[in-house]
């Protein structure tokens, strides 16, 4: 390897990577030398799915988990350490990465020693002032100093670089569309504040009666519940990490020092807005090319000529079905994201320019370029929101845990199992809730998302058992297993009975909703006090977040953000739950260019999750029915303090 650099020098790509180099000095001081003696586990921490993690990568691994955190949240860390498990983080962290570098070799991804040199060479320990290499032997003394080897050293870093192509694999394969990420974008930016009446079916439910044709036209609607394969059910409390958030701030100085210290994170690419008009070829033949470059150059003199109107000679001429009703515009894009001859085009161009004929292997582009903006480093100002609400969702993550795990001491402990018992430990930012019952082959949680590490655990569990806490895409739960039933479909005469239920349950909430609408005029507290309950404010409701006492709702959330500040939403259906009336104080809605700034930026970091979800399943698949041998007196010492 030192041959090939002192070879390679000068062409080497030299990259600062501070970072990084601030965690190669951390990462060889040994947190102490207490092993277990004696038998098969003698200075091992774990074995699992084959892999063997030494004792002293262990002890690393803990001592880099912990300055990560340290320098993820300054002072604030202090807060959140106590609750951490730092060894079995440390462990995790470890196999993951160990499993991981095994599906990269089954890709048959393999790591050059000319990347190997590179990476080597991006750490500022390695290199002179001029930029040259040390030699080798102050390589090896650097090394020594921090008690590993040269082979040690690039052999962690090779694993790395392997990790890192595996992960660049996996995220080309991730495709977001605009709708998605604008549907999120006003998930994360949008929220209402609003005084909510909700009743529940049970108000009519015991006096509604339903005949046999009703049960039956039930069950024939609601198939789902009837065929199936394996199916549980869920009950289970959430903690909602965005209420937690709102009770979280970061100070200015945090948020500056984050931003200083990932620079890289803010950089814009140069981006162009441009339209364009389309002319295709009526044949595959030169002569069907020539042709259609012909009628081009006929637009594009009607495109050129002084005071043309681009956008309706799009509509009037353009043959590309994506764009010509909008004028042929292409929008906002950067590098990468259109056939390379339009690219090369369209980024020589200068704002007003018209271009062309441009030949692609669509047909023939004409080009107007409406603007440019160069590549640039975003200003803390643009990005001082973002950057709080990662810190503020790390901080509030962690609290989330703690409440999650209290909770489940009190249902162990007082051994709660009804539906009254869950609800009373719901507050402002638990929420209490039951899923339909659903197949854990389908890959999803109702109201809870995908977990991989959930589903497999849900999989071993009996009816009646009590696991969490989970983190969820949602946050942090605590649940039941309130039902189980083996797959199959359930005939109407064994099911007649839950389907007469659900019958009688829609009608009570028919029954509810007619009562409500024609009394809706009454206003919310004359009818929470005919209806003995009360009328529950909502503050700052975020989309898809869980609305106290009735969980989340999609259909209440639309009818809220759809309805007029100071005015009553319509009266609708939750699920078979109940039915709700609000009446909105407050809202804050994003407009379509807000969206439209926005949405580049979201989509990487939807990407990044979906990339992490993907890497999660692939992870626990590996693990699946592998036993684990654990040094529990080694891991188990960096466990947090009780009390």
């Known amino acids: 390897m030192l041959k090939i650099m002192r070879e390679n020098l000068k ?24 092993r277990l003696r004696g038998g098969s586990m003698e200075h091992v921490a774990a074995r699992v799915a084959g892999i063997e993690i030494s004792e002293r990568d262990f002890l690393r691994e803990v001592r880099q988990t912990d300055e990560r955190l340290r320098s993820l949240y300054g002072q604030q860390y202090e ?223 009607k495109a050129q000529a002084p005071g043309a109107d681009f956008a309706a000679l799009a509509k009037e001429f353009s043959e590309d079905p994506g764009s010509k009703e909008s004028g042929g515009d292409l929008g906002w894009f950067e590098r990468g994201r259109m056939v390379k001859e339009f690219e090369d085009a369209v980024f020589a161009m200068q704002p007003g320019e018209v271009k062309g004929p441009v030949r692609s292997q669509f047909g023939y582009h004409i080009i107007l370029l409406e603007g440019k903006r160069p590549a640039r480093q975003k200003p803390l100002s643009e990005v001082r929101d973002v950057i709080r609400f990662k810190l503020t969702e790390g901080l509030a993550d962690a609290e989330a845990s703690k409440r999650a795990t209290a909770l489940k001491e009190k249902i162990t402990a007082g051994k709660l199992t009804t539906e009254e ?133 999609q259909v209440l959330e639309e009818a809220v953000f759809a309805t007029p500040v100071g005015a009553l939403t319509d009266v609708v259906v939750v699920g078979e739950r109940g039915v709700a009336l609000a009446q909105v104080e407050a809202k804050k809605v994003v407009t379509p260019a807000e969206v439209a700034a926005g949405r580049e930026a979201l989509r990487k970091s939807m990407v990044e999750d979906e990339l992490q979800k993907l890497i999660d399943a692939m992870l626990a698949e590996a693990k699946r029915n592998q036993p684990m041998t654990l040094n529990r007196d080694l891991v188990e010492r960096f466990k947090p303090a009780q009390g």
């Open 421 to 553: 018992q869950w609800r009373g430990l719901a507050d402002e930012v638990v929420s209490s809730n039951v899923t339909p019952f659903f197949s854990l082959d389908e890959g999803v949680v109702p109201g809870l998302g995908r977990e991989p590490g959930f589903l497999e655990e849900l999989k071993k569990a009996k009816e009646g058992f009590v696991g969490g806490p989970r983190r969820t895409p949602r946050g942090w739960v605590v649940y039941r297993v309130e039902k189980t039933r083996k797959a199959g479909q359930t005939p109407f005469a064994e099911a007649k009975d839950e389907a007469m239920e659900g019958a009688r349950r829609l009608k009570a909430l028919e029954r509810l909703k007619a009562e409500l609408a024609a009394r809706r005029g009454e206003g919310l507290a004359k009818l929470a006090a005919t209806y003995g309950v009360q009328v529950t404010p909502v503050k700052d409701h975020y989309r898809g977040t869980s609305i106290p006492g009735v969980g989340v709702a």
């Open 11 to 34: 062409n080497l790509k030299w990259i600062l990577w501070f970072v990084v180099f601030i965690f190669v000095l951390l990462i060889f001081v040994d947190w102490g030398t207490g």
């Open 79 to 301: 807060l959140i350490r106590s609750q951490l498990d730092l060894g079995q983080l440390a462990l995790s962290n470890l196999i993951n990465n160990a499993l991981l570098v095994e599906q990269a070799k089954k890709l048959k991804l393999q790591v050059s020693d000319q990347e190997l040199a590179e990476r080597i060479l991006s750490f500022p320990v390695f290199r002179k002032e001029d930029g040259s290499f040390v030699g080798e032997e102050i390589y090896a003394r650097i090394l020594a100093a921090n008690q590993t080897t040269p082979e040690e050293f690039e052999a962690e870093l090779r694993e790395g670089l392997l990790i890192e192509k595996l992960q660049k694999v996996l995220r080309q394969g991730i495709v977001i569309p605009d709708a998605e990420v604008d549907r999120e974008y006003r998930k994360r930016n949008e929220n209402a504040s609003f005084q909510l009446l909700f009743v529940t079916a049970e108000r009519y439910f015991p006096s509604t009666q339903a005949t046999e044709a009703e049960a039956k036209a039930y069950y024939d609607s609601h198939q789902s519940q009837f065929i199936h394969g394996e199916q549980i059910q869920l009950r289970y409390l959430l903690v909602d990490p965005v209420r937690l958030r709102q009770n979280m701030p970061v100070d200015e100085a945090r948020v500056a020092e984050y931003y200083q210290s990932h620079l890289s994170e803010f950089q814009e690419p140069e981006t162009v807005h441009a339209r364009h008009i389309l002319v295709r070829p009526e044949g595959d033949g030169e002569d069907a090319w020539r042709k259609a470059q012909e009628r081009a150059m006929a637009v594009l003199r």
